[in-house]
């Protein structure tokens, strides 16, 4: 019998770890500080980023299958109930999802690996979405 046992390979690995998940978190803020489409987005933000870039890039970490230091610093991620204080409606989403998707592209080699992860989070950013849709409200 073998002591040894199978480890599945997480989106962390593929990517290359946390020093690419750093490069990522740093590419996303800088679309968002520099795309116009993103400029509302950026606006709900702290003018200092540096606590926001560390959360991101511990739950990041976590949530592509790395160390779970995020959870034991911040307990559940919540993340509805943590993003309920800013207004996120699908302006919102799009220029979010648009900032990863750059940065995802700037980052990270394998075009089938930023496919799935994008596809990953695309029902999480629209999760996120605490405002109606203007059609909506007619």
């Not at 648009?98 to 592209?105: E, F, G, P, T, W």
Request: aromatic share 6%.
């Amino acid at each position: 019998m073998s002591t040894e046992t199978a480890r599945t390979t997480t989106i962390h690995d593929l990517i290359g770890g946390q020093p690419v998940i750093d490069r990522l978190v740093e590419a996303f803020y800088h679309q968002m500080d520099t795309l116009p489409e993103a400029r509302e987005l950026r606006a709900i933000h702290a003018p200092d980023l540096g606590e926001t870039k560390r959360v991101l890039k511990l739950y990041l970490m976590q949530w592509m299958g790395g160390p779970t230091d995020y959870s034991a610093e911040r307990g559940h991620p919540r993340l509805r109930a943590r993003h309920l204080g800013f207004r996120i409606g699908t302006a919102e989403r799009d220029a979010w999802l648009l900032c990863m998707k750059r940065a995802l592209d700037e980052t990270v080699a394998r075009e089938d690996v930023r496919h799935a992860i994008l596809q990953a989070m695309a029902p999480l950013a629209d999760f996120m979405r605490n405002q109606p849709d203007p059609e909506d409200e007619a």
